[in-house]
């Protein structure tokens, strides 16, 4: 894994338990914050995805 995959899969998961806990406490504003932040975490993990696909690619040559 590469650092934006990390990254990327870190956020996504903040972000499910940011929407999770503003459900529980009623709370909208930091379910749409969760759901921001797993939209942003996903877009990083597939850039990371490319990256390494690219790389893989241009290793294997």
Do not use: F, P, Y
Not at 8 to 16: P, S
Not at 45 to 53: A, R
């Amino acid at each position: 894994m590469n650092k934006n995959q990390i990254k990327g899969t870190t956020k996504d998961i903040i972000g499910k338990v940011q929407e999770k806990a503003g459900k529980l406490v009623g709370n909208e504003e930091q379910q749409v914050e969760g759901l921001d932040k797993q939209i942003s975490g996903k877009t990083q993990k597939t850039v990371g995805d490319v990256q390494k696909i690219i790389t893989d690619k241009v290793n294997s040559i």
